[in-house]
């Protein structure tokens, strides 16, 4: 009896999993960063509240530069509520995949790996919210639909509790 709980537990654990980069590793197209992020790109967004209510609208103008395995990624974004902002990546290829990334709101260093058409992407951002700074966790994930179109799903977190989602699309417009 003791047996059949342990494997009834074991099955109910692994049932629950999340995905992780590797299971996409035999995905195409394959993604890489310098090539979908060099150029000009044009995104649209929803954010969600952790129910799923759409709660802001916002579009993304991007434009990304690639000297080696360094990249720059310029984003300027416009709220359906008229606010304003910009985040400045400043991008590193490293072996097998991986990527690092820095900008002036990312707390720290956010830390990626690519496999087959996806990225999986984590890192800690500061966003101001009713007037107060506030530390959140973003994992990210980005699929690559073709050459020229990706799309992004990211959970917010504080304190390991679902806070919010952001859903990007984003399509190259030049290279």
């Not at 504080?158 to 859903?167: A, L, M, Y």
Request: with cysteine; net charge negative.
């Amino acid at each position: 009896m003791r047996f059949l709980l342990v494997i009834f537990s074991l099955l109910v654990l692994t049932a629950c999993s999340n995905p992780t980069i590797n299971d996409y590793q035999n995905t195409e197209p394959k993604l890489e960063l310098d090539q979908f992020f060099n150029g000009k790109l044009k995104a649209y967004g929803l954010v969600l509240d952790r129910q799923g209510l759409v709660t802001r609208r916002f579009e993304v103008d991007l434009i990304g530069s690639w000297h080696n395995n360094h990249g720059e990624l310029n984003e300027w974004f416009y709220f359906d509520d008229g606010e304003k902002s910009t985040r400045n990546w400043k991008l590193t290829k490293l072996a097998d995949g991986n990527y690092t990334g820095t900008a002036g709101d990312v707390v720290g260093i956010a830390k990626g790996k690519t496999a087959g058409s996806a990225l999986y992407w984590k890192y800690q951002l500061l966003i101001k919210y009713q007037g107060d700074d506030y530390e959140i966790t973003l994992d990210d994930w980005m699929y690559l639909v073709d050459d020229k179109r990706l799309f992004n799903k990211t959970e917010l977190s504080k304190f390991g509790f679902k806070v919010g989602e952001v859903i990007l699309y984003i399509e190259k417009i030049s290279s």
